[in-house]
């Protein structure tokens, strides 16, 4: 319902500010995924740019299809909605894919990162919403619906079986940095090679712009510090509760959970995680959330050529690490 709301209001501009040799600047926004959508590239001719604008907008609505769990009928739903049946369900690539490295995360985080916390998340948004905190019981039959290693996959046949009733997959945590990355490799399809794709705060960059040596990309640490940093060819992403929390009681819960509580983080403010791949950058920075400064130092070597920058609550204090190149 929301996805359908945010596409009736769908901005849709184009706008050539710059002109470099054969190539203008282009920048585009729309509203996908329950968050605004920019898109900013350097294309030939205004009808390639539209063209491109479209293909990459398209491609999100497709990922969207599959995996929102606010319709019924997503693929993921539908999956979910098989759980303890016994069966393998056949799945898109797209879906499988998704599930794969969520799972590989899992793996090499300790289990901070779960897809399968979607009984956890959905009793939190509830939660919220009627800004009733849920009993320990409510929390307890939530959690014993999650755990990665209750859903298998089979690489070979694309299939999935999750081996208990009531599970849901829930993919908010890396599902926009997969949908940023799906699409710049539509505007390379088109022959558009200097792009950033910032998808709600999970970004993707390829190539600088034209006659400069990377993109500047602002980011904050949830208080009053700011770094401008010149990227190109990698990803970014932040996750914060800045917006989305739960107050009770005087005390904020994270939207982000730990699975081994069932409980919205109290320490978190802000984690950036820089990675040469969207998904896994957009999966960092909710797993790093979660695992915290002292954690986060021992798992991100499981991550070759990824920097954190991430702050937390330390008492009234704030504790920050950060290995980003400055
Ligand atoms: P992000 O903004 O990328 O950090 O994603 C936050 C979303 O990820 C939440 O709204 C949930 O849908 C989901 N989520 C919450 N906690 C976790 C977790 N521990 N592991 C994986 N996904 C999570
Ligand atoms: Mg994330």
């Given at each position: 319902m929301r996805n359908l709301l945010i596409t009736a209001i769908i901005l849709v501009i184009s706008v050539p500010v710059q002109l470099f040799g054969q190539v203008k600047r282009y920048s585009f926004e729309k509203g996908l995924m329950g968050s605004p959508f920019k898109l900013v590239f350097y294309a030939a001719s205004d009808s390639i740019?539209?063209?491109?604008?479209?293909?990459?907008?398209?491609?999100?609505?497709?990922?969207?299809?599959?995996?929102?769990d606010y319709r019924d009928g997503s693929e993921i739903n539908r999956l979910s909605a098989q759980s303890g049946s016994g069966k393998w369900i056949r799945v898109s690539k797209d879906l499988f894919d998704i599930?794969?490295?969520?799972?590989?995360?899992?793996e090499k985080t300790d289990g901070v990162f779960d897809v399968t916390l979607g009984p956890v998340v959905q009793m939190w948004r509830h939660a919220t919403r009627?800004?009733?905190?849920?009993?320990?019981?409510?929390?307890?039959?939530?959690?014993?619906?999650?755990?990665?290693?209750?859903?298998?996959?089979?690489?070979?046949?694309?299939?999935?079986?999750?081996?208990?009733?009531?599970?849901?997959?829930?993919?908010?945590?890396?599902?926009?940095?997969?949908?940023?990355?799906?699409?710049?490799?539509?505007l390379k399809k088109l022959g558009i090679t200097s792009a950033m794709m910032d998808a709600g705060g999970k970004i993707v960059l390829t190539n600088p712009p034209p006659g400069s040596d990377g993109w500047n990309i602002t980011i904050s640490n949830g208080s009053d510090s700011l770094k401008t940093l010149r990227l190109s060819n990698i990803a970014l992403a932040t996750s914060g509760p800045t917006y989305r929390y739960m107050e009770y009681e005087g005390v904020r819960y994270s939207h982000i959970v730990d699975p081994k509580t069932g409980i919205g983080l109290l320490f978190h403010v802000r984690t950036?995680?820089?990675?040469?791949?969207?998904?896994?950058?957009?999966?960092?920075?909710?797993?790093?959330?979660v695992a915290g400064v002292e954690k986060t130092k021992k798992i991100l070597k499981n991550f070759p050529g990824s920097t954190v920058w991430l702050v937390e609550k330390s008492g009234d204090k704030l504790a920050e690490w950060n290995t980003l190149r400055q």
């Amino acid at each position: 319902m929301r996805n359908l709301l945010i596409t009736a209001i769908i901005l849709v501009i184009s706008v050539p500010v710059q002109l470099f040799g054969q190539v203008k600047r282009y920048s585009f926004e729309k509203g996908l995924m329950g968050s605004p959508f920019k898109l900013v590239f350097y294309a030939a001719s205004d009808s390639i740019a539209d063209e491109a604008a479209k293909k990459a907008f398209g491609r999100v609505e497709e990922l969207n299809e599959i995996m929102s769990d606010y319709r019924d009928g997503s693929e993921i739903n539908r999956l979910s909605a098989q759980s303890g049946s016994g069966k393998w369900i056949r799945v898109s690539k797209d879906l499988f894919d998704i599930l794969a490295i969520s799972r590989s995360v899992s793996e090499k985080t300790d289990g901070v990162f779960d897809v399968t916390l979607g009984p956890v998340v959905q009793m939190w948004r509830h939660a919220t919403r009627k800004n009733i905190f849920p009993s320990s019981e409510e929390i307890a039959a939530a959690r014993s619906k999650t755990g990665f290693s209750k859903m298998k996959l089979n690489a070979n046949t694309k299939s999935v079986l999750l081996t208990q009733k009531g599970m849901r997959l829930d993919i908010g945590g890396l599902g926009k940095g997969y949908a940023a990355e799906e699409a710049v490799k539509e505007l390379k399809k088109l022959g558009i090679t200097s792009a950033m794709m910032d998808a709600g705060g999970k970004i993707v960059l390829t190539n600088p712009p034209p006659g400069s040596d990377g993109w500047n990309i602002t980011i904050s640490n949830g208080s009053d510090s700011l770094k401008t940093l010149r990227l190109s060819n990698i990803a970014l992403a932040t996750s914060g509760p800045t917006y989305r929390y739960m107050e009770y009681e005087g005390v904020r819960y994270s939207h982000i959970v730990d699975p081994k509580t069932g409980i919205g983080l109290l320490f978190h403010v802000r984690t950036t995680a820089i990675s040469p791949d969207g998904t896994i950058a957009d999966a960092l920075a909710t797993a790093f959330s979660v695992a915290g400064v002292e954690k986060t130092k021992k798992i991100l070597k499981n991550f070759p050529g990824s920097t954190v920058w991430l702050v937390e609550k330390s008492g009234d204090k704030l504790a920050e690490w950060n290995t980003l190149r400055q």
